[in-house]
């Protein structure tokens, strides 16, 4: 039955699921076509709308941080220490189901700091736990692990790096999603990531997803799928990477490139600004964690992880290929944006979204409604510029703390992730598997993990 729906879901998602970039192509032009009809907007004030700063691009540098979010946790999960300690996990389980259940917690677990990290740390440790397994002949169903390197994407908009909490902490932020003035004050993350409903639905599928994917693990030996099947085996650790040929380098560049003497240069400065906001609480401290933060953050560590400027330039230039998807949606997330403003559409919208679900179904509502739009706009990021201002707008006209809101947008901008492949990309490159081997398991994951959020928020 669990391959059967996996095969039904890859057929569909693999085969009649354009590219994301074709997607947000679509959402642009059906949200011009219903502004046009359901508003008194101007065919010409509505182009203008698309095509000015408030509107195409509005997000640009929005785009760059959810690009330096990826890079920077791409290099840090690429480091050499992180994939020692990869290696070193990959020996522990004796059993398919310990295995199973070991990659699911490394994955969740690294999501919730960082969802780069989590994505690619949890790819790695599916590969390497299926290769050691393999060499040790203990039977482990791979695309199953694979699946299981996948679960950090179900956690992550929870953790210290979700998109929709962390726009919500700044002034700023919230005016470059919702225009000028801004409609509410700034939401510190004690009232989102640390509020005790986020713990509870974060902490509850960090614990229940690993334990779950283990059950999942086939009894049957002759049912398991080897990591061998796919031409993954134990592999040495990789030295160095050779240089490039282009003769001799002077000794004054190897020096600037290869010595941790320039990394320090700027690691220092860096290390004394994350001591002033982590340890003395310096603009707000963990509770004031913004994008931005965040990323210097994540710089340092890759930089003290690799050492050498050029190590980490490497790290980052293996990464810098997924962020194509990034580059060419957000600046039409910023033309929906803008259209939707000047048009009067979000308003209506948030209206008719208030007035369906009021004020006690709207956290829920939200919720279910965001998981369908993850499908069509699979950023976490673009799926708050898109989504984001209707469902404020919404919770302020009910009444709703928007505090709420935010996260309930989150959630389900998480949960189909399980079945959205734009993310999976990188995964499916690491592990060499396909979608459909993976999409049964993810599927029936998210759906427990869905009905956990949903009896939260009701209850809430």
Partial sequence: MLQALGLVLARTLGRWMPDPFVLAILLSVATAALALAWTDVTPAALLDAWAGERGIFSLLRFAMQMCLMLVTGHAVAHSPPLLHLARRLAAVPRTGAQAVYLVALVTCSAALLHWGLGLILGAMAARLVGAALAARGVKAHYPLLCAA???GMMVWHGGLSGSAPLKVTQVRDIVEVFGEPAPFAPIGLERTLFAPLNLWITLGLVVLLPFLAALLMPRRPELCVEATEYGVREEADAGPEP???????????RVLEESPLVSLLLGVPIAVWAWRLYAQGHGGGVLGLTPDALNLTMLLVGLLLHRTPLAYLRAVERAAPSCAGILLSFPLYGGILGMMAESGLTARLAGLAGATLGAE????????VACGINLFVPSGGGQWAVQGPIAVRAALDAGVDPARIVMAV??????TNMLQPFWA???LAITRVRVG???GYSALLMLCGGAWIGLLLLLA
């Fill in 437 to 439: 081997d993976l999409i």
């Fill in 425 to 427: 990309l990188p995964l």
């Fill in 410 to 415: 989150a959630y389900g901008d998480q949960l």
């Fill in 149 to 151: 390197g996948y679960l």
């Fill in 243 to 253: 240089a490039v040929a282009c003769g001799p380098r002077p000794w004054l560049v």
């Fill in 361 to 368: 179904l709207l956290p829920a509502g939200t919720f279910v």
